[in-house]
């Protein structure tokens, strides 16, 4: 398929098509970009225009329209010949439990190993290090609940929120962290839509009425870089105690998917290191090779969220 993932998020952009050229008019002049070039359209402006004639010829070359509120994916248009082309569907619907719990695996380890990269940023002294340190390389079959353990504990003491406990609901820096990984998992369902993967088929998470548990299963190795935008927040309050969700903070918060990381020796934009990650685990499954899947860690070790 083709490579590009085009982002219209500029406000009052009009979007069309002409001579095979899909055109962006905003306040910045025109863009073109050849259409054939392109895998998908994710519209997450709120004002935006989309001409019909983008629609047929988007068609035409297999192009899936994604249509965000909020940033949240509300509406997919695919063309009628992909829509009913099931080769992925039916990879990932045949894949065995031996490679469902490989690719588990890989995004735990992942995931753990990114809590503590970010837990020695922000206290590189602690005491509990060596053990989540220990916990995030291990193979314990609890890894990802121990990890966590260590790694809220870690993270909320050096917030100066001592009595923290990481809950789903909840106010002060649970609410702020949920806002956070809200606009994480609009940006999964993007990528994942964009690449034609079903977010209902996950790995881990369960399945429930109009839940997407591969969204959820894929951004956990991302969860970290929501952790660190956030702690970066808290700590320029003058009041920690005080913590709200604002309209500043929204602000602030939602920019963490342009931040730069390293994917494999590329900088790229956080939203464009899911897009590769996203890319890697559908080769994985149309392959049925779980190495072929490349979850995110801060190359050399190091923590760049």
Not at 40 to 55: K, M
Not at 110 to 121: E, G, H, T, W
Not at 269 to 289: D, H, P, Y
């Amino acid at each position: 398929m083709s490579h590009h993932i085009v982002n219209i998020d500029s406000p009052g952009c009009v979007v069309s098509c002409k001579n095979g050229q899909l055109t962006c008019t905003g306040e910045d002049g025109v863009r073109q970009l050849p259409l054939e070039d392109v895998a998908a359209i994710l519209i997450t402006s709120f004002s935006s225009v989309v001409h019909g004639a983008l629609l047929i010829e988007a068609a035409k070359h297999g192009v899936a329209l994604v249509i965000c509120e909020q940033f949240k994916p509300v509406s997919l248009m695919l063309p009628a010949n992909r829509s009913s082309d099931t080769l992925l569907t039916k990879a990932a619907l045949e894949l065995d439990k031996k490679k469902i719990d490989a690719l588990w695996r890989h995004t735990v380890d992942a995931k753990c190993m990114n809590q503590y990269l970010l837990a020695v940023n922000l206290a590189p002294h602690h005491e509990k290090l060596g053990a989540l340190e220990k916990t995030a390389a291990g193979k314990m079959q609890s890894k990802e609940g121990t990890c966590a353990r260590f790694f809220w504990s870690i993270y909320s003491e050096a917030l100066g929120q001592e009595n923290f406990h990481r809950h789903e609901d909840g106010f002060g820096l649970n609410a702020l962290l949920n806002y956070g990984y809200a606009v994480l998992l609009s940006t999964m369902l993007q990528k994942l839509f964009a690449l034609g993967l079903d977010p209902t088929l996950g790995i881990s998470h369960a399945v429930r009425e109009r839940s997407t548990p591969l969204a959820y299963d894929l951004m956990e190795p991302f969860r970290p870089c929501v952790d660190w935008r956030v702690a970066q927040w808290v700590k320029m309050q003058e009041d920690p105690a005080d913590l709200a969700i604002t309209k500043p903070f929204r602000r602030f918060v939602t920019g963490f998917v342009l931040e730069k990381v390293e994917y494999f020796e590329i900088e790229l934009s956080i939203q464009n290191c899911i897009e590769g990650v996203v890319r890697s685990f559908r080769n994985a499954v149309l392959e049925k090779n779980t190495r072929l899947y490349k979850p995110w860690i801060p190359q050399g070790s190091k923590w760049v969220g």
